[in-house]
């Protein structure tokens, strides 16, 4: 009964390469977010889907891209994978695009070697 | 500095004491909220608290905002030591986007 799951909950791969980042919300939300923690803990938004609509795009390198194939699911694939883009990502969800509550994943901890 | 800013850094306190936590922010606000992250997971919410309200109270946690000042304080009474955690602040403003402080992390010692 999670109510926001990712997977995997570890990821660990070599510069360069390409992974992907699932997740599930089955709260019944239309909102979805992509966060990046970094290694001090500070958490920014990267992109928020509304009912599989991008709404935010934060400056964030193309080579991530996020897919929303419906709104309980939020998908985030990252090409060409650098050092810099290790950290942990949280996904989120809430019912609606502003003034809301929102409810986070467990996060999946991202280490590129 | 970044939108949401906390203060203190780390806060260490025996059981039972109260914590008190500082969040300044830079431009207007819909709303504050205040989240708290276990070391190795995700974010709880423990409170939203309007641009027109001045204070709300859920169980041991009270939160104040002062619009004025730009400035918002998260207060854990009688704490425990599953207390133990990060606390975040996050400001919604225009955008519909939170923007998350850095965090204090408190410490209750048993």
């Known amino acids: 009964d999670t109510a926001v799951s990712q997977t995997p909950k570890y990821l660990v791969t070599q510069m360069g390469n390409d992974k992907s980042i699932k997740c599930e919300q089955n709260?019944?939300?239309?909102?979805m977010y992509w966060y990046k923690q970094d290694s001090k803990k500070f958490l920014k938004i990267m992109f928020s889907?509304?009912?599989?609509?991008?709404?935010i795009n934060e400056t964030v390198p193309n080579r991530f891209s996020p897919k929303s194939p419906d709104k309980a699911h939020l998908n985030l694939h990252i090409n060409s994978l650098e050092l810099g883009d290790s950290a942990v990502y949280f996904c989120?969800?809430?019912?609606?695009?502003?003034?809301?509550?929102?409810?986070f994943g467990p996060g999946t901890r991202l280490t590129v070697l | 500095s970044q939108q949401g800013e906390e203060d203190p850094q780390a806060l260490s306190i025996q059981e039972g004491e109260n914590a008190t936590m500082n969040c300044s922010y830079k431009?207007?606000?819909?709303?504050l909220q205040w989240y708290r992250q276990n070391s190795g997971r995700g974010l709880v919410h423990l409170i939203l608290?309007?641009?027109?309200?001045r204070e709300k109270h859920s169980g041991r946690l009270r939160v104040t905002l002062d619009t004025s000042k730009k400035s918002s304080s998260l207060l854990i009474t009688a704490s425990r030591a599953a207390d133990t955690a990060s606390y975040f602040c996050?400001?919604?403003?225009?955008?519909?986007?939170?923007?998350f402080g850095e965090g204090t992390q408190l410490t209750v010692n048993p």
């Open positions: 889907y509304n009912n599989k609509e991008l709404i």
């Open positions: 996050a400001t919604e403003g225009s955008g519909s986007r939170l923007t």
């Open positions: 608290i309007r641009s027109n309200e």
């Open positions: 431009t207007s606000i819909n709303n």
């Open positions: 989120a969800s809430s019912h609606s695009a502003t003034s809301d509550t929102q409810y």
């Open positions: 709260l019944g939300h239309d909102t």
